[in-house]
Every structure is written in C-alpha cells, then in structure tokens.
C-alpha cells in the first residue's frame, strides 16, 4: 500500500523554539491533513489542506501542501509545554468515492521548559 | 466535538473469545471507519462503511469483521481475539460532502491475553 514518510521521528526543543516537521510521500494526494495527539486520546485535527501549493495557517501552527503534491510541512512557532504530543499527517485521494487516508507513523514533540 | 463515542473504553479478554467494539455517532454521517494504532505503525485502516449495509476492507482486515445496520453504529468484530490483536482501536467519521477530513473517537484499549 501506500506510504508516507514523517521527519522526524521525534525532537526535542526548548520552550519557545520553532518547530518543523514534514511528511514525503511517493504517490500523489489531493488533500493533506496534520493531525495532534495527545497520551490517551484520539487524533485531533489541526489543519486541512486542499490546493498544491497551499500555505494555511491555524494561530502558531502554519502547513503547506506541497507544489508536487507529493509532501507536506508543518510549522509550529513559539513552542510552548501544551505542544507535546505526536503530530501525524495523512495524505487523501477522493478516488472512486473511498475517501481513504493514509497516515504517517507520527513525530513525537517534546518541549522543554 | 464531533460527537462520537466508542464503548467500551477498556477491555481485557482471553485469545480465542469473541469481541465487538462499539462506535456510535450523533450527526448523521455516511462514512465511518475503523483504525488500529500500534508503536512502529502509525494508524492503519482496517474497515471502512460508506452506508447503512455499505462497507469494505481496508489495509488491516484480516482477523475482523464490520456491520452497519443503521447509521449511527458501526460495529467491529473481532471473531476469534489473538494477542496480535492487542492494540488501541480507533473509530474516525468523514464529515462533509467535499473534504477528506476525518473526526476520530477516544479510542478503545484492547487487550488480548
């Protein structure tokens, strides 16, 4: 199946760094979404993005759909402690009507105070 | 809050019993889905219903079973639990008639013994 490829794995930044992640894929997608998890929880969405070439914004958080549609970035500015968590981005192709997602396998974000 | 809940929350069983997990939504959507989520592996689909009756595979079915009898619910099934299956089961809904934007649930703690 399908893959993408979620850089990095995990980071460790102090409070107030910036923060970028991304997400590489071999096939093409028409949507791309980041995704925020927190210990115990389910995924919760962040961003959406639709257009190739795309820059969306969502307060300190700033995603960019690739020209190539092929990857995605996610930017957080200002880190602060409620940002830890694993962030997943997923890619979608509204093929055929399945509106399937395929999930990158997370970017663990720790912060230090 | 997209209003889904997935019951139970926890579960412990024995290989070899049945299990059924639960998710139930409020708004009406048509499509629900069906994750795994392991350490390694990220979110991997396992089966997905498009309408009442409606459903179909995903990356990870092999081991489980769907039903759909009314919109609201949709029921996973594990006929014959294995240890491989340990894992946190999550349930995600499509909403809207455009996006691929997915809703997921708290999420169900299963494990197999």
């Known amino acids: 199946g399908q893959q993408l490829n979620q850089s990095p794995q995990s980071m460790f930044i102090q409070e107030g760094e910036d923060v970028s992640m991304n997400c590489t894929s071999s096939s093409i997608f028409n949507t791309w979404l980041w995704y925020k998890q927190d210990p115990g929880e389910g995924p919760v969405l962040l961003i959406a993005?639709?257009?190739?070439?795309e820059l969306t914004s969502n307060g300190r958080l700033t995603a960019q759909f690739g020209i190539t549609r092929k990857d995605s970035f996610l930017n957080i500015s200002a880190s602060i402690p409620s940002d830890v968590g694993i962030y997943f981005c997923a890619g979608g192709y509204s093929g055929a009507g399945s509106y399937q997602l395929t999930f990158g396998k997370g970017t663990k974000l720790s912060v230090i105070p | 809050d997209a209003g889904i809940t997935q019951s139970p929350r926890h579960k412990v069983t024995e290989t070899g019993t049945p299990v059924t997990l639960r998710c139930h939504q409020t708004e009406n959507h048509r499509y629900m889905y069906w994750y795994r989520q392991d350490p390694g592996h990220g979110l991997r689909l396992i089966h997905y219903s498009y309408g009442v009756k409606d459903t179909d595979k995903g990356e990870v079915s092999d081991g489980y079973s769907v039903s759909r009898s009314k919109t609201e619910d949709f029921l996973l099934t594990l006929e014959s639990a294995t240890s491989s299956q340990t894992s946190v089961y999550f349930c995600?809904?499509?909403?809207?008639?455009?996006?691929?934007?997915?809703?997921f649930g708290p999420g169900t703690r299963l494990t197999v013994l």
């Open positions: 995600a809904i499509r909403t809207g008639e455009a996006g691929n934007e997915q809703f």
């Open positions: 993005l639709y257009k190739a070439g």
